[in-house]
Nanobody, 120 residues
């Protein structure tokens, strides 16, 4: 049973930066894909960024050039570096992990979320 714990959220002014961390209780190398999602009040959850086991990354158009997802396997931690923050980035950010077994069974894990608030 894998548990994910996010940290690093908070209140920041527009143009500032935050670094979110997602610490896993187990080895993240067993995960096929790890990502960050966010959900603002009254809006649906959206994928912000993901990183695959081999290190390939992808980003939502709204955060390209501003956010960077990375992984530290030795620390079993995934990071989201957020620069040039905008008020529209305000949301609860969730860490996500997905593991596909050799038998084809998909297991998905979610963190509890961390609040990011960007003021103008």
């Amino acid at each position: 049973q894998v548990q994910l714990v996010e940290s690093g959220g908070g209140l920041v002014q527009a143009g500032g930066s935050l670094r979110l961390s997602c610490a896993a209780s187990g080895s993240i190398v067993s995960m096929n894909v790890m990502g960050w999602y966010r959900q603002a009040p009254g809006k649906q959850r959206e994928l912000v960024a993901f990183i695959t086991r081999d290190g390939n990354t992808n980003y939502a158009d709204s955060v390209k050039g501003r956010f960077t997802i990375s992984r530290d396997n030795a620390k079993n931690t995934v990071y989201l570096q957020m620069n040039s923050l905008k008020p529209d980035d305000t949301a609860v950010y969730y860490c996500n992990a997905n593991r596909l077994s050799s038998a084809g069974f998909l297991t998905t894990y979610w963190g509890q979320g961390t609040q990011v608030t960007v003021s103008s």
